[in-house]
Each structure stands twice: as structure tokens, then as C-alpha cells.
């Protein structure tokens, strides 16, 4: 059958994931999960932690130590959000060329969103530290109701809702299969940044920077392709 390909030339809404993508979370949630294993007298795993970034931190204490039982897993959670909404957070430094490029992209008439597994809390406190709050529309973490949203997925459909997003406006900016997944769910284009945390395998659109968005949302609308059936 006949598919179109997104035409990126008519987006209007980018939405974007936090870490990983606007942000580099690694150091100020390394040092948050060192004290909270450390308060269950564990010594937290050498690991690469771009590869563990992206779900919520149970899974990834489990992941860097899958011995952890339950009640560790409970208590590690628990320390590292104090840690983390305390002081953690702090150390989060913005990848180069965002605050410049999220500017431009507002004054070329995109409307912004962020979809993150961040908890509410260190979410708006890293947006208000890095002057970034007022250039998004709206932003939804996994805690902004209760019960929590079950998925990046169920996230995303909601702010689709609430803003009549379609395909025809709407790209999904992120570094990890879940965003793609998000992405695919709700037939959205996705724009893979390849400096990221995450690994996506051949996505039609990518950027290595993240300066060079406005150039690949400017391009020109693209032909109609065979796609299989």
C-alpha cells in the first residue's frame, strides 16, 4: 500500500523527552544512587549508566544490581528521591546548544512539550534552574496524576488529547526505544538524537546535534514511498 512519509516541512508541536535529550541527568543521578545504595550497605556497580537512564529508578537499581531484593529496591527508591529532590538534581547540566535552539524553534512558531519518566518535583526544579519552564506549553511527567501513568505511551496520549496533536503535527524528540515506541503507538514521527542515553536501530530521522533540529524540521517535504503491505 501506498504510506505516506512524515513531511517534517509542515510540523508545528515538538515534543520532546528530558533526559537523555534537553538534559544530561548522568551526574547528579549517579551521585543520588551512590548514597542510595550505600543505605542499604551496598557499593552501587560500575556501569555505564547511559545505558540504565530512561525508566523509573527501581528498575534501574535492579538493573545495575539484579540481586537487590524488594524491601532493598523500596529503600534505595526512597533514599535516592530525597537525595535527588534535594540536591541531586543540581547537577544537570544542559547539552550544548539547547536553550539557544528551543529559543529559535519558539520564535519559528513551534509550539514545545515534554513527555519524561522524571518525577514531577526535580522536573520542574531543573526547568526552573535552567530558565527553560516558560517555553513549554505544557509538561508531563509520570507522577503529573494519580494513579501515575503506566508508559511514556499513556503519557503521550493524553497531552495528544488535550491538545489535538496530530501526525500531521506532531514529532516525538528523544534518545531511547521508548520514545520511539511512544512514537509508534500514537503513528508519530521521531526524531532520534544520537547523543543521547539510548540506542535506536535505523531511525528514518536522526540528529547528532542538538543544534542541528531546526535544519532537518526545515527540510523539504519528502515524496511518497512503497511500503509493503
Avoid at 73 to 87: C, G, K, L, T, W
Wanted: glycine content about 4%.
Amino acid at each position: 500500500m501506498n504510506k505516506s512519509v512524515p513531511v517534517l516541512s509542515k510540523i508545528t508541536d515538538l515534543i520532546f523527552d528530558l533526559d537523555g535529550t534537553l538534559v544530561d541527568s548522568i551526574p547528579g543521578i549517579a551521585s543520588s544512587l551512590r548514597e542510595a545504595f550505600l543505605s542499604v550497605g551496598r557499593q552501587m556497580p560500575l556501569a555505564d549508566l547511559r545505558a540504565a537512564i530512561g525508566p523509573p529508578i527501581g528498575i534501574i537499581a535492579q538493573r545495575l544490581e539484579p540481586e537487590l531484593s524488594e524491601d532493598e529496591i523500596v529503600e534505595i527508591e526512597r533514599h535516592y528521591r530525597s537525595s535527588y529532590d534535594n540536591h541531586g538534581w543540581r547537577s544537570t547540566p544542559l547539552f550544548p546548544g539547547v536553550n539557544e535552539t528551543l529559543q529559535a524553534c519558539i520564535k519559528r512558531g513551534y509550539r514545545l512539550f515534554i513527555v519524561t519518566n522524571k518525577p514531577r518535583i526535580p522536573t520542574k526544579k531543573i526547568l526552573q534552574y535552567l530558565e527553560l519552564e516558560s517555553l513549554f506549553k505544557e509538561v508531563v511527567t509520570r507522577d503529573s496524576r494519580s494513579p501515575a501513568y503506566a508508559s511514556k505511551a499513556e503519557m503521550l496520549q493524553e497531552l495528544l488529547e488535550k491538545h489535538a496533536l496530530t501526525l500531521e503535527t506532531a514529532v516525538i524528540v528523544g534518545d531511547t526505544m521508548e520514545d520511539c515506541e511512544a512514537a509508534q503507538v500514537h503513528h508519530l514521527p521521531f526524531i532520534y538524537v544520537t547523543y543521547g542515553y539510548g540506542s535506536v536501530a535505523s531511525p528514518q530521522f536522526f540528529v547528532e546535534r542538538f543544534t542541528d533540529l531546526p535544519s532537518l524540521l526545515a527540510t523539504e517535504p519528502l515524496h511518497q514511498e512503497e511500503v509493503s503491505a
